[in-house]
């Protein structure tokens, strides 16, 4: 086991789930889904490939919503395994894709499956590696980027912790764009990223662009993470 399994626990994050977890359940309520992307990410269709998995390797999809990258992964022939707080989204993605799925209590999720599919209902911070399994490589569509930056290191020290077998993470941030310019000296790695994984992952960045999302600007970085040798 890698020694990523061995780090102290992280503070509680109950004060910060606290206070968002509420807001999330009710933007699902409200319908307030115009974050969702209604096609597959174009950069994971673009870049996925690289991951050189084998066909059958579980892929982790932290905080997915309804996105539909998990239909693509599925058609690559990966097992995908994701996790989401609001049942309204969960029942959302299966009854829009017309999957009818078989529900579950585990510990403290309520697990929907249909075939190679599997989306834990319940909270991020309340998960363990046996809930999970052995998971071949994370997919994070800018979960982490959604979140507070006060939450984000609690949320990349429970992803070490829940996943310590894990070698690669396609990191996929979306941040506002400051300018809507063209640079002309290459991206850099973001610095919260650099500080957040370089303890325990190689970071390379690459590919970086900026693109128009409900009438605004967003910069993208795609991040391929690769576990140092343990």
Not at 76 to 98: D, K, T, Y
Not at 178 to 188: L, S
Request: aromatic residues 10%; charged residues 25%; proline residues 5%.
């Amino acid at each position: 086991m890698s020694n990523r399994a061995q780090q102290p626990a992280t503070p509680s994050s109950s004060a910060a789930t606290a206070r968002d977890n509420p807001l999330w359940l009710q933007f699902w309520r409200d319908q307030r889904d115009d974050f969702h992307q209604a096609a597959v990410n174009p950069l994971l269709r673009r870049f996925w490939n690289g991951q050189d998995l084998a066909e059958g390797s579980r892929v982790f999809v932290p905080l997915c919503g309804k996105s539909l990258d998990l239909i693509w992964l599925l058609e690559q022939g990966h097992e995908v395994i994701g996790i989401e707080l609001s049942p309204v989204a969960v029942a959302a993605f299966f009854r829009e894709n017309s999957l009818k799925p078989s529900r579950r209590k585990i510990g403290k999720f309520v697990a929907w499956r249909h075939d190679r599919l599997t989306i834990l209902c319940g909270d991020y911070f309340s998960l363990t590696a046996t809930d999970l399994g052995t998971v071949a490589a994370v997919y994070d569509r800018a979960a982490l980027t959604a979140l507070p930056e006060e939450v984000r290191k609690l949320y990349v020290a429970h992803l070490e912790r829940i996943l310590p077998d894990t070698d690669k993470i396609f990191l996929l941030t979306a941040e506002e764009a400051e300018t809507t310019e063209t640079v002309a000296t290459p991206p850099e790695i973001a610095a919260e990223v650099r500080h957040l994984y370089a303890e325990h992952f190689d970071i390379e960045l690459t590919h970086a662009e900026t693109l128009t999302e409900a009438g605004e600007f967003v910069d993208y970085k795609l991040y391929r993470l690769n576990a140092h040798p343990h």
